[in-house]
């Protein structure tokens, strides 16, 4: 795989395989916190994608939580979750 790319504090731009992903990443972070990662998917000229990943501010107790702020904000789906 390779290298990501940091573009900022929060967003990592990661050259992917040609399988699609989920856009919405839910994680545990070291605190014992659930994070909701925002995934867009782009492709390059040569039909390649290309994933931006932005961590939103927000942490929350429950993945339950995390999927309601998706869902609310983000107009997320069922089947659109990947968890970490």
Excluded: C
Aim: proline share 6%; no cysteine; net charge positive.
């Amino acid at each position: 795989m390779w290298p990501p790319f940091f573009t900022s504090l929060f967003q990592v731009e990661t050259k992917m395989s040609r399988i699609p992903v989920r856009p919405f990443l839910i994680a545990r972070d070291e605190e014992g916190s659930f994070r909701l990662t925002v995934r867009e998917t782009r492709y390059n000229s040569q039909n390649y994608p290309i994933i931006t990943s932005t961590m939103q501010e927000e942490s929350f107790k429950t993945a339950t939580a995390a999927r309601a702020f998706a869902k609310e904000h983000f107009g997320a789906e069922a089947g659109q979750f990947a968890a970490k």
